[in-house]
Each structure stands twice: as structure tokens, then as C-alpha cells.
């Protein structure tokens, strides 16, 4: 098949979808508004810049809306068998104004649950899920939250994580030391404050304990100046943007517990990365993470903003090597059976050459 993304050539999810279907095969294109590369692949790049696309003004919506006839030409030219559009309301809603047909749109998470805050936007998204053939959603918590604008059915297809890349490691012993880590933005939705504060308790009662935190982004100073007002400053080993992917196995591999304390989830990539490496996990009860963290088998589940109950999630965690090692085992068994990468990428192929 010929297959046209229309989406981010800077998504490291971009790449995966990709990597799946160029191993599969198929020709590739992808339609960005910004420039990248990806191997195998044909990137056609309508040349907006980073920046503008994330700073969400007005005057930037309007920039990347105005490139739906280029968009209409590169597909007419390209005439591909599948179009492909990710994350409604940037992507999705060019494609929709490009007019062309039919095409399968993927929601990625605010696109569904902040963008449409009220009339005017609650409208737009109705309008793209109304010229959509096909609907994608990684979680069912977001497939429900998908259904709120239009009453066509959701397919759910997780990402899923590489099983083959992501496993459990051989560690080097590190004494006594208790390694938690997070990898995440550092934005307040992730709710690494709290994490931070919850670490906080945790260093009062323990003093072989190391925070990692890997990530960036615009709470970065902020947070960094918390770690320090709460004094656990020389705890916390802060990573900065972890690549390329081998790194990132590497980081989580050597955990011992990971945490993903968000406030807002709409699925948990992170949580699987971590169970599909063999690490216990605690993540906020929200959104997708209850479908990707088996509260008492795989991990525990805590309210979100409560770093109170996060620290006692974590010490239930700190002071059971044993419940540690049994939750990593039955993390990994879950995700190989439920996340595997070339499973979940199957089955949306196989909604591919069904049509």
C-alpha cells in the first residue's frame, strides 16, 4: 500500500507508526507542517516552524489552516491508498479542510479533552470527527471521551511499546540505593510537584534514596527551584531530554520503581515502557493509566495531587524487594500480551487492507 500520514515528522510516535509500516513494506509519506526526517520515509514538509505551531495563538492556527490546499495538492499528486491524519483538532482539522477522502483520524489526548472548552471549539472538533471515515483512540477512557463529540464508532489501537527493545536488564548492584524515576515533560499536567513533594516525605524517613527525573519543558526552572526549597536538591538527578531511544530503555532499566504521577493522562506509554522492562510502578488513578497500571499486580494506582498518597504507594514499594520483583514480572507478562508494538500495529494493518 501507499500510506500518506498526515501528522508530526517530529513525534517520536510519528516515527514508531512508521517504522512498523516501512518494515511491513508499505511506501510511506508524511505530511508535517514542520521539517524532520524519517527513515524510509518520503517527509513532505509545509515549513512552519516549532515555535509557531506550539505557542497556540490565534494568529498560528490560522497559519497552519491556511496550508490545507497545499496539503490537497501533495495528497492529489501522492494518491494514496491510505490517508491518515493524527490528532484532531491541528492535523486532523487541516485535513478536514483539505477536503480530501476518505481518511482515518487519531485522537492523541488534549486534542479531545482540553481543546473543546467551549462552543466555538466544542464545534470545530465535531466538524473534523463529522469528515473523518474512521476514528482511533489509544485509550478507551479517551475512546469515551471521543464519543462526547460524535456518535461514530472509536477504535481503540494502543500504541504499544517494541517488547524485543524494552525488556528487563541485568543490573549492576548499586549498595543499598532505592532508584525511582519518572520520565516525562516537565509540564503541570505531568504532576512531577507532586512527585518531587511526595520524594520529600519519603528522604525524612530514608536516606538512600536517588530521584531521577528525565524530561524538559516549561516547568523546568520551577521545579528545580522546589527540589531545592524542600531540600532533597542533592537527591535528584535531573536528565534533561533523554535520546536517542536506546538511552531511554537504559534509564529505565535501571530503576527500581517508576512513578507517573499526572494529573491528566489519556493513555500511559510511559507506565508500559516501564512494566515491559520489569519495573513496579505507581501512577495517578486518571484517565488511560488504570488500563495501563493493574492496580496491585502490575503497580499501584493513587489519587492524583495527593503526594501524601504517593509517598505511601512508593514506600509500600521501597520496603518490599520481593513485591517489587513480583509486579515487574506480571508487568512485563501484561504488556507482552496486551502492548506488544507488532500486535497493536496488526491490527490497525489489518483495518488498513480491510478497506
Not at 14 to 30: L, P
Not at 175 to 197: A, D, M, R, T
Amino acid at each position: 500500500m501507499k500510506i500518506c500520514f498526515i501528522t508530526d515528522a517530529g513525534s517520536v510516535h510519528t516515527a514508531k507508526w512508521c517504522r512498523y509500516f516501512v518494515s511491513r513494506g508499505h511506501e510511506v509519506h508524511v505530511v508535517s507542517l514542520r521539517d524532520g526526517e524519517l527513515e524510509g520515509v518520503q517527509v513532505h514538509s509545509l515549513h512552519l516552524s516549532q515555535e509557531l505551531m506550539q505557542s497556540g495563538s490565534l494568529a498560528a492556527k490560522l497559519k497552519y489552516l491556511a496550508k490545507a490546499p497545499q496539503v490537497r495538492r501533495i495528497v492529489k499528486r501522492l494518491k494514496p491508498d491510505i490517508i491518515h491524519a493524527h490528532y484532531a483538532t491541528s492535523y486532523g482539522m487541516v485535513t478536514a479542510l483539505a477536503g480530501v477522502r476518505p481518511f482515518y483520524l487519531s485522537v492523541w489526548g488534549s486534542d479531545v479533552y482540553e481543546f473543546p472548552s467551549n462552543a466555538l471549539t466544542k464545534a470545530m472538533i465535531r466538524f473534523v470527527f463529522s469528515q473523518a471515515s474512521w476514528i482511533l483512540s489509544t485509550s478507551k477512557d479517551m475512546a469515551k471521551q471521543t464519543a462526547k463529540f460524535t456518535k461514530k464508532p472509536i477504535l481503540i489501537t494502543p500504541f504499544g511499546v517494541e517488547i524485543e527493545l524494552f525488556k528487563p536488564a541485568e543490573r549492576a548492584k548499586e549498595g543499598p540505593k532505592i532508584v525511582l524515576g519518572c520520565v516525562k515533560k516537565l509540564e503541570e499536567h505531568y504532576g512531577i510537584q507532586f512527585l518531587l513533594k511526595a520524594f520529600a516525605i519519603l528522604c525524612s524517613e530514608y536516606d538512600n534514596l536517588e530521584l531521577r527525573i528525565a524530561g524538559y519543558g516549561p516547568m523546568e526552572a520551577e521545579l528545580k527551584q522546589l527540589a531545592e526549597e524542600l531540600g532533597i536538591g542533592s537527591k535528584v538527578l535531573w536528565l534533561g531530554f533523554v535520546s536517542p531511544q536506546e538511552e531511554v530503555i537504559k534509564l529505565i532499566q535501571g530503576l527500581d520503581i517508576a512513578a507517573v504521577p499526572s494529573l491528566s493522562e489519556s493513555f500511559g506509554v510511559s507506565a508500559i515502557e516501564a512494566s515491559a522492562c520489569g519495573i513496579p510502578v505507581v501512577a495517578s488513578n486518571v484517565g488511560g493509566l488504570p488500563e495501563t497500571v493493574l492496580e496491585g499486580a502490575t503497580g499501584l494506582l493513587v489519587p492524583p495531587s495527593d503526594e501524601k498518597a504517593l509517598a505511601t504507594a512508593l514506600k509500600k514499594l521501597i520496603e518490599s524487594p520481593e513485591l517489587r520483583r513480583s509486579m515487574g514480572e506480571r508487568g512485563r507478562a501484561f504488556v507482552c500480551e496486551n502492548y506488544s508494538f507488532v500486535k497493536n500495529f496488526n491490527e490497525i494493518e489489518g483495518y488498513y487492507l480491510a478497506e
